[in-house]
């Protein structure tokens, strides 16, 4: 899987505000194994998170397995080769943590033909914000923006007042991955992401005018709630 990042600004931005780079990435230094990219960041407990690993040295350098240190509690499933993009290959790598796995960090290593790459960091969190009832607001044919809304739990009361949002936004060819800040009031967020096309390279095709949109939220201390999808008809 491959991405194309928007480059939109979200003013005042201390932190999905559209940011150069890949989803929150997690980036590792190195010569020969090299992760690239990663993203999410976190795996929550009770569930299987699939995690995107962007793993360098093209199809030259496939990945033969998967360590988690420690591995109490996190279940490596099937990873699976993606798309190649700038030399690097996406992989998806589900991980399945227990409910009563301990919170905390955990490094991940993925382990290829030129050897272990340096240690990446995925983090159990303690508690998570949810969000459900994502509606799409406002997405005209032309414009600048499309504005939606979710509404949010948040028991630790972590949220804050603007969570940031991160978004996918596929309306043909790669897709737009951002992230914006929200208004939270009242149990509902609010946001509005770059409409795709102000996001137009010179000479690309028009965007289709039904787009696939995901959202996700992120609290205060940067845990990340479950991810919404819905289609959203630009006219």
């Known amino acids: 899987m491959s991405f194309r990042v928007s480059s939109y600004v979200v ?40 995690i995107n690993v962007a793993m360098n040295g093209g199809r030259n350098n496939p990945i033969q397995s998967i360590q988690i240190t420690p591995s109490a509690g996190v279940t490596v499933g099937a990873f699976k080769a993606g798309e190649l993009k700038e030399g690097a290959v996406w992989w998806t790598v589900p991980l399945t943590v227990a409910r009563d796995a301990a919170p905390g960090p955990r490094t991940l290593v993925a382990v290829g033909s030129a050897g272990p790459t340096t240690p990446v960091t995925v983090t159990i969190p303690e508690h998570l914000p949810a969000i459900s009832d994502l509606k799409v607001l406002s997405a005209p044919a032309t414009g600048t923006t499309m504005d939606f809304q979710f509404a949010v ?9 603007s969570p940031l949002v991160w978004f996918i936004l596929g309306c043909g060819g790669e897709p737009e991955l951002g992230l914006v800040k929200g208004k939270a009031t009242g149990g509902v967020v609010r946001a509005s992401v770059p409409h795709p096309r102000t996001q137009l390279k010179p000479g690309a095709a028009p965007p289709n005018a039904r787009c696939d ?22 006219k």
């Not at 559209?18 to 960041?41: K, W």
């Not at 739990?153 to 007042?161: H, I, M, P, R, Y």
């Open 213 to 234: 949109f995901q959202a996700r939220a992120s609290d205060s201390k940067g845990f990340d709630s479950n991810t919404l999808k819905t289609v959203v008809e630009f």
């Open 153 to 161: 739990t948040d028991s630790a009361g972590d949220l804050g007042e």
């Open 11 to 50: 003013v005042a931005l201390s932190a999905f505000v559209c940011v150069v780079g890949v989803a929150r990435p997690g980036e590792a230094q190195g010569l020969n194994a090299v992760i690239e990219a990663y993203f999410p960041t976190q795996a929550a407990p009770g569930q299987t998170t699939v």
